[in-house]
């Protein structure tokens, strides 16, 4: 089982599965070399990119990413400020300083190779690295797989660089919705006292609650920064940012007799932090990039708006968010590439549901009823990005599940947690619907908005 801080990132934008995911392989195969002890060898790079990698990764910024990782660089420590003129440098001269001290050839215009419509076995994620000797010869090869949420799998789909524990040795190892809530029954649990006791095995109670608060701190950050930054998003969309002038009415409107105004303060934090992420800056994945608004945004909305809310009840959130994205993560997919956004914004919206109806008073079933309500009401919806930007429609779709995922909480919290459909049914079903919609509309920018939008 992972952890919840393999579902909750600290990394950059625009996406998980195509800049966090692709810049730890990129790092990861420069370790490699290194460890093998052949990196004297190497005088030349060469990166190609599949599937939905090939079709978008340029939007989503996979090749820069990729540059940084070679160098050594981690998502959630680069300094966005500075990456970008490290970029143009290398661009300029076409070098690479491998972990950031052996200088080899990379011509990013000829030597990063995107193939949009082909796709390596095992995922459409894929990326291969070739290190190259003087001749051109290959001296070491490594596949990747980004496989969503900045998780990245080996070429025999180990998983690599995740918080690594064995299913038997935590006290309450769940692989399903049904066998989380028996460990819940068995102990009048709550979701949030059982991941909080799966990752005490992991590292101290005080880390668990000091990191899921740091991880709080990020997020809420990442959304004032975004208060402040007028203008328009990279990419060539010409997309104005909103959050900035929103903000501002809304301070000015405080106090007004409005019933609605705190749906506005939702959609705010969500638009903010999306737009920080479409913008390549400090985010965290919740539990991917394309869908880093939601947790933030209800997380802001139990915090202003629920009596009595304090940082345990932020700490309890997470944790009970987190043993939700793990259902989905382990029983379907949390990747745009293969189950399209229900997989992300989806996914967002069952764990911030679940999480905010624990907080509401909710039982174990109520909060298992409140993720089923999220992610049904999300099931079939695709991932279109107009010109493979994290911009149309991603941001809006975030405020949109935001205040989705607070009425699914609501609802499930007037009834009395027996549902017709259950938590593990719904991800099933999701999990069958993704692999039945067409790679036109699983972040390949081939079918729905994104071939459908007029450029004025």
Known sequence: MISVFDLFKIGIGPSSS??????????????????????GQVTGLRVEFFGSLG???????SDRAVLLGLEGHKPDTVDVDWAESRIS?????????????????????????????????????????HALSADGSDVAVQVYYSIGGGFVVDEAGEPVDVVASSRGSLPFPFASGRELLQHCASGERSISDVAMANEAVR???????????????????????????DGVLPGGLNVRRRAPD??????????????????????LIALSVNEENAAGGRVVTAPTNGAAGIIPAV??????????????GVIRFLLTAGAIGMLFKKNASISGAEVGCQGEVGTACAMAAGALCELLGGTPAQAENAAEIGIEHNLGLTCDPVQGLVQIPCIERNAMASVQAINAARIAIRGDGSHMVALDTAIQTMLTTGRDMKAKYKETS??????NVVEC
């Not at 420069?30 to 990196?39: D, E, N, Q, R």
């Open 18 to 39: 195509h800049t966090i995911g692709p810049m730890t392989a990129a790092r990861l195969f420069a370790s490699h070399v290194a460890a093998t002890g052949l990196l």
């Open 299 to 312: 997380l802001h909305y139990y915090t202003r708006c629920v009596p009595g809310a304090d940082d345990d």
């Open 203 to 229: 590292r101290p109670q005080s880390e668990v609650r000091e990191g899921l608060l740091h991880i709080w701190r990020v997020m809420d950050e990442c959304a004032s920064r975004g208060f402040e930054a």
């Open 246 to 267: 929103l903000y501002r009415a809304l301070v000015r409107t405080t106090g007004a007799v409005d019933p609605l105004q705190t749906m506005d303060w939702v959609n």
């Open 446 to 451: 081939r079918g729905g908005l994104a071939v």
């Open 89 to 129: 440098k290398i661009q300029q001269t076409g070098r690479v300083n491998l972990l950031g001290s052996h200088p080899v050839t990379l011509i990013p215009a000829s030597d990063l190779v995107f193939h949009p419509r082909r796709s390596l076995p095992h995922h459409p994620n894929g990326l291969r690295f």
């Open 55 to 61: 079709a978008t990764g340029r939007g989503h910024s």
